[in-house]
């Protein structure tokens, strides 16, 4: 009885730990994104959406990074509602831009500003 019972918990704890050997075999891109420049003139914060979802909020001077699987990835730049006057956001969505992530990349990208808004521009890692 007593043996029956390690072996089941050594079983369970098996089964327990395959998932975080699972996790460990998936491969990430590092996304880097800076507001670093005064290149958005504009002093209200920048929402960074990915695949649709807020994932980050800037001001200026502000960077952000994310660990991200590799592979296509939508993002998108919006201004936020906030304190500051003139913050509101438009009536349109911003348009996304799409970024390949490959397993291993460290990609750098700065907010900047043409006649159709925001986009992300590549910059370079600087170090």
Sequence with gaps: MRWSAFSLFGLLSLFAAVPSVQAAGEDYGVLIISRERLEVATSCEIGVYIQDQLSARLFQEQST????PA???????KLLPGQMPGCNPGMLAPGSQ???LHAGDIL???IAMNAEGMYLKPATLGY
Excluded: A, D, Q, Y
Aim: no cysteine.
């Design 98 to 100: 799409e970024i390949r």
């Design 71 to 77: 592979g296509n990835v939508s993002l998108r730049l």
């Design 108 to 110: 750098k990208f700065r």
């Design 65 to 68: 990074s994310f660990n991200l």
